[in-house]
T-cell receptor, first 114, second 116 residues
Framework: AQSVTQLGSHVSVSEGALVLLRCNYS??????LFWYVQYPNQGLQLLLK??????LVKGINGFEAEFKKSETSFHLTKPSAHMSDAAEYFC????????????FGRGTQLTVWP | EPEVTQTPSHQVTQMGQEVILRCVPI?????FYWYRQILGQKVEFLVS????????KSEIFDDQFSVERPDGSNFTLKIRSTKLEDSAMYFC??????????????FGPGTRLTVL
């Protein structure tokens, strides 16, 4: 079975500061890992995904994440936060099935201060 | 850019009533999904659907729930007799390829269901 833990339900940073959103996963099989972002009144939008190619994955809007098997982590980072990054971020895992069921973390609300 | 749409955006119903939540997946996608998020909790998988059949369902998806693709574009979730605990945001998603855990699922904006 798969599961995801997102540490910190709320993260606040100043504009221009580093963004670090933490995600740890549990999986009995090689995982596929995803980060989604949700802006107010919108659906979940894929930021990036890890599918067993490069361990450092680059996504949209300047975000990237690094798959670390030894730490069972897939933390999301962005070097310099922008006001428009304020949103809720969800980490998700799938794997071990051909049917694509996603297991989500609880989400992290990112606030960016001017 | 193609997107998944859902209607209505907000549905209020009385306990015991039937509700139907509607979704229009991206047109060339083959797999369809429903998820829900109870306020303050995780987004949870309900069901996946392919080739007019349920592919997988979670323990949440009991006999109260059903899904249907009534025509070539819509994908619906029916709750037969709603309970207070069904109050949640319901997300529809679709993916292009024939399953596989690496496929990107594209999500709609959600329907907020409130059961009174």
């Amino acid at each position: 079975a798969q599961s995801v833990t997102q540490l910190g339900s709320h993260v606040s940073v100043s504009e221009g500061a580093l963004v670090l959103l933490r995600c740890n996963y549990s999986s009995s099989v090689p995982p596929y890992l995803f980060w989604y972002v949700q802006y107010p009144n919108q659906g979940l939008q894929l930021l990036l995904k890890y599918t067993s190619a490069a361990t450092l994955v680059k996504g949209i809007n300047g975000f990237e994440a690094e798959f670390k098997k030894s730490e069972t982590s897939f933390h999301l980072t962005k070097p310099s936060a922008h006001m428009s990054d304020a949103a809720e971020y969800f980490c998700a895992v799938s794997g071990g099935s051909t049917l694509g069921r996603l297991y989500f973390g609880r989400g992290t609300q990112l606030t960016v201060w001017p | 850019e193609p997107e998944v749409t859902q209607t209505p955006s907000h549905q209020v119903t009385q306990m015991g009533q039937e509700v139907i939540l509607r979704c229009v997946p991206i047109s060339n996608h083959l797999y369809f999904y429903w998820y829900r998020q109870i306020l303050g909790q995780k987004v949870e998988f309900l069901v996946s659907f392919y080739n007019n059949e349920i592919s997988e369902k979670s323990e949440i998806f009991d006999d109260q729930f059903s899904v249907e693709r009534p025509d070539g574009s819509n994908f619906t979730l029916k709750i037969r007799s709603t309970k207070l605990e069904d109050s949640a945001m319901y997300f529809c998603a679709s993916s292009e390829n024939l399953g596989g855990g690496a496929d990107t699922q594209y999500f709609g904006p959600g329907t907020r269901l409130t059961v009174l």
